[in-house]
């Protein structure tokens, strides 16, 4: 079976942050870290070189298959974030509520936060803990 390309590293969280020239989705990314490691209690790790993970959990496939993953996390990409956080995409109230938005196979994509609800995105941030 092919070995998981994305994995906790060692690289600088802050020196990637640093890298978004954006001033404004620089802020952003920020505000996303600040609100993600309140709510898991970990700090923010790289996973690969473009994802920002918190925490640690062992994902369990029917197949048997284990692997290491972080509880949630997001990559700030130049289009948009991309937020990984479990069962996003499946909580439809909460989505209704958030603002702009587009969901994919297990992502939740926002541009910016300003067009979302800060309060409904730190509530699905929450859920994702559960």
């Known amino acids: ?3 998981l390309k994305t994995k906790k590293t060692e690289l600088s969280v ?3 942050v640093k890298k978004i020239t954006e001033k404004e989705r620089q802020k952003d990314a ?5 609100l993600m490691e309140k709510a898991t209690k970990a700090k923010a790790k790289m996973w690969g070189t473009a994802i920002i993970g918190f925490g640690d959990k062992v994902l369990k496939y029917e197949s048997g298959r284990e ?17 990984y956080i479990s069962g996003a995409v499946e909580n439809a109230a909460l ?3 958030l603002g702009k938005h587009k ?3 297990g992502c939740l994509y926002i541009n910016k936060l300003e067009e979302v ?4 995105l730190k509530e699905i941030i ?3 803990l559960k």
Do not use: C, H, Y
């Open 14 to 16: 802050d020196a990637f």
């Open 126 to 128: 929450n859920k994702g």
């Open 117 to 120: 609800d800060a309060a409904v």
């Open 1 to 3: 079976m092919a070995e």
């Open 30 to 34: 920020l505000a996303i870290i600040s």
């Open 103 to 105: 969901t994919g196979k």
């Open 67 to 83: 692997l290491d993953w972080f509880i949630m996390g997001f990559s700030p990409r130049k289009q948009n974030f991309a937020l």
């Open 95 to 97: 989505l209704k509520k």
